[in-house]
């Protein structure tokens, strides 16, 4: 009984024998040469759009060629892709696996111990060189020394040693040491396509767009060279008299000649040199300047699809923001396509190579965590728990990234831990105040007595005045509902952040506070204040 052999995608069996060896090194005098051409010296708009043709008609390499040079030669251009490029090589990957089986759990930790290689980052900043070119081609080599499969090292291969189909300018080919296209074999390369527009695959590079771009620039920057160069300087302007002799002019024109370069240069007395200044110099300057960066700032807009992060140019208010945001969503749709591409081209292919045909497979995820604002958290639930809320201490240690308090361990509490809100001895049931709004309030000391059963009359024998025996009574009736509405704004004035955030908690939280019985104390202190005046004005009747 034999085994099965494994398909590929195409569904022809898979050549074990040449995924353990290189295939798509390169050769020395063979077609695939690392030496390149330079088909941007001397470029212009017919020849540009003469390469481009070419591309489209299924021969690349004069425009591949090209995008190498303007990445060279372009700071700008170089500077926005390999900002798109390093911004997603460096967004973590994680894996996930098939299913809870301990099996699957167990392949997708093998694939998460291969991740960690520190060679990962460059090798996937290589693979999305398909950003700018539009595709990308990574060979794997894989290590087979111990009866296993495992992806040893991803290497980039030159695009240019690749073809597509064409019949239909999509499928792609490898250029074979004699020179004839053959199919890739499956789990042997990676084929990275992440378009700028839909299409052709040779026609949907960033680099494409930008090279007409770059071709203007390179020819405003040769004119503002030239212009730089011949009004930079005053022009010279040698005066002979009319009887000098042909040796007087020629070292006349030596003289000015060489006054550019050296500074420097001798003429007869009878002879003379005027330096004659342009007027009209920083504007004509500032016009070459103002191209180039509006070259630049399309180049950004295609590559980043804003300018704010590259150009400090801002549309508006708040549009800096905005503009970061726009920058985020392609650095997002990059990173998922990313993952796609390897979870088809290597992970796959890994699990089938090492393990056989699987229902499930690993998946990994590039995408940035999401970053959650702990400040606008705690500042929420304070005042909800205050208000009833019952929250889990695990779980806001975990959204916090705290651990579990250990046994024993010494604990940072609240100011006001283990008192009660009402107790008027203790300091921490007070409003602590804010300096200039509100003063702190002092327990009130407990009443004699002799004040607790007597009246009006008998406290004014005993020596009190009515107002002490009536506010020390109001303090005793009002301290269990004020204690109450205390404890409230405690908690408030502690974690609001500004006066604002304090006045909205204010009108949110006191709704709930039952003033029932506060409101029926101050009712029997206003009656109690009534009589007491009653009874002074009999006393001063007497």
Not at 34 to 45: C, K, R
Not at 132 to 156: A, V
Request: net charge negative; hydrophobic share 40%.
């Amino acid at each position: 009984m034999t085994t099965p052999r494994l398909l590929g995608a195409n569904g022809q069996p898979i050549n074990r024998e040449a995924l353990t060896r290189e295939i798509a090194a390169a050769t020395v005098g063979g077609v695939r040469s690392p030496i390149s051409g330079y088909p941007a010296d001397g470029l212009t708009p017919v020849r540009l759009a003469s390469i481009l043709r070419s591309a489209d008609a299924g021969d690349p390499v004069q425009m591949l060629e090209l995008f190498e040079t303007i990445e060279e030669r372009d700071p700008h251009y170089i500077g926005v892709l390999g900002t798109r490029r390093r911004s997603v090589s460096q967004i973590p990957i994680t894996v996930e696996s098939g299913s809870e089986d301990p099996e699957d759990e167990a392949r997708a930790q093998m694939v998460r111990d291969w991740l960690k290689r520190d060679e990962l980052t460059d090798e996937i900043f290589n693979i999305l060189d398909c950003i700018g070119k539009g595709y990308s081609f990574t060979e794997i080599i894989w290590d087979t020394s111990s009866g296993q499969w495992m992806p040893m090292q991803l290497e980039q291969r030159d695009p240019r040693w690749f073809r597509f189909a064409r019949h239909d300018l999509k499928t792609p080919m490898l250029l074979g040491v004699d020179g004839q296209e053959q199919p890739l074999d499956f789990g042997k390369f990676i084929f990275a396509k992440i378009a700028a527009k839909s299409g052709v695959t040779l026609r949907s590079g960033l680099t494409r767009v930008a090279a007409w771009g770059w071709m203007f620039k390179m020819f405003t920057q040769r004119d503002w060279a030239i212009f730089s160069q011949t009004y930079g300087q005053p022009v010279r302007l040698g005066k002979f008299a009319a009887g000098a002799s042909e040796d007087d002019k020629a070292t006349l024109f030596r003289a000015v000649a060489n006054i550019a370069g050296d500074c420097a240069a001798i003429i007869p007395a009878s002879m003379e040199i005027d330096f004659i200044e342009s007027g009209n110099v920083g504007a004509a300057h500032q016009l070459y300047k103002e191209r180039c960066e509006w070259i630049d700032q399309q180049i950004s807009k295609a590559v980043l699809g804003q300018t704010a992060t590259t150009d400090a140019v801002t549309g508006g208010l708040g549009s800096g923001k905005e503009h970061r945001a726009v920058q985020k969503d392609i650095e997002t749709a990059d990173a998922k396509a990313l993952a796609a591409i390897l979870n088809r081209d290597l992970i796959q292919p890994w699990m089938q190579l090492e393990f056989g045909p699987l229902k499930v497979y690993p998946r990994l995820k590039i995408e940035q965590p999401e970053q959650e604002d702990l400040k606008a958290l705690a500042d929420a639930i304070g005042p909800l728990i205050d208000r009833g809320l019952e929250v889990e201490q695990a779980t806001l240690l975990s959204r916090f990234g705290l651990p579990e308090p250990k046994a024993g361990a010494k604990l940072m509490r609240p100011p006001r831990a283990g008192a009660s809100a009402d107790d008027p001895n203790d300091p921490n049931s007070v409003i602590k105040g804010i300096p200039g709004v509100i003063k702190r309030v002092e327990p009130v000391s407990a009443p004699t007595p002799a004040l607790q059963g007597e009246g009006l009359s008998t406290a004014k024998k005993q020596g009190g005045s009515i107002e002490g025996v009536l506010t020390e009574r109001m303090a005793i009736e009002a301290r269990a509902s004020m204690g109450v509405i205390f404890s409230k704004i405690e908690a408030m004035l502690e974690s609001a952040s500004s006066m604002e955030e304090l006045s909205q908690m204010f009108a949110e939280g006191f709704p709930d506070i039952d003033v029932a019985d506060f409101a029926q104390v101050l009712a029997m202190g206003l009656a109690t204040a009534n009589l007491a005046g009653r009874v002074a004005v009999e006393e001063d009747a007497q």
